[in-house]
């Protein structure tokens, strides 16, 4: 009984599988686990890795942070991908000349021929994208960029720690 109730409650909200958030899901994790399963096998990186070589690629020389905000990764989850991608022999981090608390990468050579070398899969996915967006990808771009907005970089509020229980006295 409980369970048909829940499942009665959850229908008059619309909570199916079918809601955009669940949609969304249910694309991301498809999309990442056959671009990555293929860019894995072939050249030795994720669809992020790719991600944050391609962004080096673009500046040359970069701060981890830039690429963390290209991303849209938090610092922990970038520094363990960077010392991944240096331990693989794709990039090389060295002191940041303008801020000596930072870390600049940049691309080795390794790092430069595996881009090179995945661009024609990153770019298949690519084309597979705007062939699903059926002539929307304009639309479908801007409506990504406002869940982006609407939810980017906001970190829910910790909550409050209760006070720590005192033992009961006998």
Known sequence: ????????????????????????????????REVDARALAEFGITSAQGGALRTIAEHGVCSL????DTLGINAS??????ARLEAMGFIERRPDPADARAVAVSLTKKGEATLLASDDHFSEIE????????????????????????????????????APRRAARP
């Not at 942070?65 to 963390?68: A, E, G």
């Open 127 to 162: 084309r597979r994208l705007a062939r699903a967006a059926e002539g929307e990808t304009g639309r479908v771009r801007a409506f990504l960029a406002a869940i982006i907005e609407e939810f980017g970089d906001r970190r829910p509020e910790k909550p409050a720690r209760a």
């Open 65 to 68: 942070s830039i690429v963390s």
């Open 1 to 32: 009984m409980a369970n048909e109730t829940l499942q009665l409650a959850l229908r008059r909200r619309g909570a199916t599988g079918d809601q955009l958030f669940s949609l969304l899901r249910k694309a991301h994790h498809q999309l990442v």
């Open 77 to 82: 989850a970038m520094t363990g991908m960077a």
